[in-house]
């Protein structure tokens, strides 16, 4: 894969484009950290429970491009162009943007709901939730797509997601980073019913959204000659026929023929 050295360029893909916004990001906060008000940017991206939804909305969206130091932004930004590029290459640019945004959209309200059961305060960054939507689209639409673990051990991609995701689950109830795995989970359902639609195999309802009407509307007003031809005009041609053969007809009188035997 070609990485253009163009942020945002429409000729990168999806994934690249995504991998440019979380290493600008993190370059952004980085720099900011060798100010004194550098911290306070990073926790007023960061997404914190502890804050009402109104006050903090905007950190939805942030907090799944900021990343806590370096490897935390590395590990997700390997799972995402090794995994994401498979994806893309499958079923194109825009849905690889949809299961990223929704997925960490989902993951970070799946958080938020846990935390404020069990009274957690610390906050959440980072992409990998809706990388984890990606993951497990992937191996929902190729399950038997197999790559090289460690560029040694050949091996189907359903396997490594289900061994991910069952650890993720685990790490949900207890751990240094139990919030982060929280997350994963509501990434991992985005991706699911996502790609199940995407499959056709299951369909968002729509009983609720009006129908609208299927009959077209017209514009102008067009005026349409329905005469039919006339039996002169057919013995005429049916005479030409019997004299010099069909292939001889011009193509209105073929055209004339066809109508007459519409009747």
Do not use: C
Not at 6 to 25: D, E, G
Not at 62 to 76: A, E, K, R, V, W
Not at 196 to 206: A, C, E, R, V
Not at 242 to 248: A, I, K, R
């Amino acid at each position: 894969m070609r990485i253009y050295n163009k942020p945002f360029s429409p000729l990168n893909t999806a994934v690249i484009n995504l991998i440019w916004v979380n290493v600008l990001a993190f370059l952004f906060v980085t720099i900011l950290k060798f100010f004194p008000f550098g911290n306070f940017v990073f926790n007023f991206l960061s997404f914190w429970p502890s804050k009402p939804l109104w006050a903090s909305f905007y950190s939805i969206l942030t907090s799944i491009f900021i990343h806590d130091g370096f490897f935390h932004l590395l590990g997700n930004m390997l799972w995402l162009f090794f995994i994401g590029t498979i994806l893309e290459d499958l079923i194109g640019k825009k849905h690889i943007y949809y299961l990223y945004f929704g997925g960490g959209i989902s993951g970070v309200f799946l958080f938020y709901l846990i935390s404020k059961l069990f009274g957690n305060l610390n906050p959440i960054v980072g992409a990998s939730a809706g990388i984890s939507a990606i993951i497990l689209a992937t191996a929902i639409f190729t399950p038997r797509y197999r790559i090289f673990l460690f560029g040694i051990v050949e091996i189907e991609l359903r396997w490594i997601v289900i061994v991910k995701v069952f650890f993720d689950f685990l790490g949900m109830f207890g751990g240094a980073n139990s919030g982060g795995n929280q997350a994963h989970m509501g990434g991992y359902l985005f991706g699911l019913v996502y790609i199940l639609f995407i499959k056709g195999i299951w369909n968002f309802p729509t009983h609720w959204i009006p129908k609208k009407s299927s009959k077209p509307t017209r514009s102008a007003n067009v005026q349409i000659n329905r005469q039919s031809p006339s039996q002169a005009e057919i013995d005429r041609i049916l005479d030409k026929i019997s004299e010099s053969g069909y292939d001889n007809l011009t193509s209105k009188e073929k055209e004339t023929l066809f109508k007459a035997s519409k009747k």
